[in-house]
């Protein structure tokens, strides 16, 4: 069975920085457009970046600048660089992954942001 799961998170002080990973297990084929997704305590889940399988990426305004997707197809693994964190950006971070017609979820992984 495929499950993709996320890592990297923890807690960091306002202005520094992440790398989350999320990586597929088990076996898949032809992984199309991957994302990054984050949900905060009270607040709907919201999106926060994705990456087509030929690169192509597209962020949310709030990650613009400061986060950075990218992905290596051989591995099946996604990373999100976030540099510049603030308290606005705590949440759960969840990837999220389409492949032959089915989308999958990992767990999340917390970020904390706090002095």
């Known amino acids: 069975q495929v499950q993709f799961v996320e890592s990297g998170g923890g807690l960091v002080q306002p202005g520094g920085s992440l790398r989350l990973s999320c990586a597929a297990s088990?076996?898949?084929?032809?992984?199309?457009?991957m994302g990054w997704y984050r949900q905060a305590p009270g607040k709907e889940r919201e999106f926060v970046a994705s990456?087509?399988?030929?690169?192509?990426?597209n962020y949310a305004d709030s990650a613009k600048g400061r986060f950075t997707i990218s992905r290596d197809n051989v591995k099946n693994t996604m990373y999100l660089q976030m540099t510049n964190l603030t308290p606005e950006d705590m949440a759960v971070y969840h990837c999220?992954?389409?492949?032959?017609?089915?989308?999958?979820w990992g767990q999340g992984t917390q970020v904390t942001v706090s002095s």
């Open positions: 999220q992954a389409w492949a032959q017609g089915v989308v999958y």
């Open positions: 088990g076996r898949i084929f032809r992984i199309s457009i």
């Open positions: 990456i087509g399988s030929d690169g192509s990426t």
